[in-house]
T-cell receptor
Framework: DQQVKQNSPSLSVQEGRISILNCDYT??????FLWYKKYPAEGPTFLIS?????DKNEDGRFTVFLNKSAKHLSLHIVPSQPGDSAVYFC????????????FGTGTRLTVIP | NAGVMQNPRHLVRRRGQEARLRCSPM?????VYWYRQLPEEGLKFMVY????????ESGMPKERFSAEFPKEGPSILRIQQVVRGDSAAYFC??????????????FGPGTRLTVL
């Protein structure tokens, strides 16, 4: 049962343009959301997070938007750079205090120079 | 400031052998999580440990798999009598002592287990 879904397995964007990665979830008990970036043969690297009490969090070129009513979040990267090419995972945590993360299946972003 | 360390990075075992995967959390972190990633899939939670305690093992198969985080030394994920379906990347993550203060888990580079 995939509670966190990333329906686009891949995305290609021109350098300098905006990349928008999407994530949907089914469990309304999730209270904290994270985005990780992963290069081949490496572990996921934390990028940015958002609490369910907020609808936007920004850190440099990265902004995460949360729409709780739609159970949808998105990661915006602007401007996109070739070094951003990687697999991006959306993850969520339950508010029950269980600290394990539920991950989506990932979106492979390719930024074309 | 070293990050989460895992070893070995690559492990090859024949069916029926045992696999031992090690994880040293970041300095100052006492919470360890193990995740498994099968090819073309996302990471799946297996077990959450604190020093000398298993807090949540709901994601771990009931048989052949065990985990520990002793008072001294790294956390160990042990897989007995490995089968081909155990071939995957196993990631360890750690978080600071009080998860209520910081919600972010930091991941190691992973151990890629191949069962022949």
């Amino acid at each position: 049962d995939q509670q966190v879904k990333q329906n686009s397995p891949s995305l290609s964007v021109q350098e300098g343009r905006i990349s928008i990665l999407n994530c949907d979830y089914t469990n309304s008990m999730f209270d904290y959301f994270l985005w990780y970036k992963k290069y081949p043969a490496e572990g996921p690297t934390f990028l940015i997070s958002i609490s369910s009490i907020k609808d936007k969090n920004e850190d440099g070129r990265f902004t995460v938007f949360l729409n709780k009513s739609a159970k949808h979040l998105s990661l915006h990267i602007v401007p996109s750079q070739p070094g951003d090419s990687a697999v991006y995972f959306c993850a969520a945590r339950l508010q029950t205090g269980a600290n394990n993360l539920f991950f989506g299946t990932g979106t492979r972003l390719t930024v074309i120079p | 400031n070293a990050g989460v360390m895992q070893n070995p990075r690559h492990l090859v075992r024949r069916r029926g052998q045992e696999a031992r995967l090690r994880c040293s959390p970041m300095k100052g972190h006492s919470h360890v999580y193990w995740y498994r990633q099968l090819p073309e899939e996302g990471l799946k939670f297996m077990v959450y440990l604190q020093k000398e305690n298993i807090i949540d093992e709901s994601g771990m198969p009931k048989e052949r798999f065990s985990a520990e985080f002793p008072k001294e030394g790294p956390s160990i994920l042990r897989i007995q009598q490995v089968v081909r379906g155990d071939s995957a990347a196993y990631f360890c993550a750690s978080s600071p002592s009080d998860p209520q203060l910081t919600d972010t888990q930091y991941f190691g580079p992973g151990t890629r287990l191949t069962v022949l």
